[in-house]
């Protein structure tokens, strides 16, 4: 089992950043590839970033390339999503969850474990 809990949201301008840190704990956090998904009201979980166990490989959503930067630091079980250039379009809940797949996957589907979700609101 891996535990999972998202911080660092909250409300900002258009423009602005934010940086959402999520601390991981139970199963080794090395083992599992951690992925930040997000979800508008009204709308379908999206995937936004994933990150391989080394860092050396990141995936991200068309929608965020250039703006938003995947990171972890397993020596303290973390990873985290800086958000830069935010638009209002970005509001939503981010959730942070963990797979046990070796590669770099997209699909809600496949990850196993989730966190409780942040809230992102971003004004225009």
């Known amino acids: 089992q891996v535990q999972l809990v998202e911080s660092g949201g909250g409300l900002v301008q258009a423009g602005g950043s934010l940086r959402l840190s999520c601390a991981a704990s139970g199963r080794t956090f090395s083992s599992v590839v951690p992925g930040w998904f997000r979800q508008a009201p009204g709308k379908e979980r999206e995937f936004v970033a994933t990150i391989s166990w080394s860092g050396g490989t990141t995936r991200y959503a068309d929608s965020v390339k250039g703006r938003f930067t995947i990171s972890r630091d397993n020596a303290k079980n973390t990873v985290y999503l800086q958000m830069n250039s935010l638009k209002p379009e970005d509001t939503a809940v981010y959730y942070c969850?963990?797979?046990?797949?070796?590669?770099?996957?997209?699909?809600?589907?496949?990850?196993?474990?989730w966190g409780q979700g942040t809230q992102v609101t971003v004004s225009s």
């Open positions: 969850a963990a797979s046990s797949m070796r590669e770099l996957v997209v699909a809600t589907t496949l990850y196993n474990y």
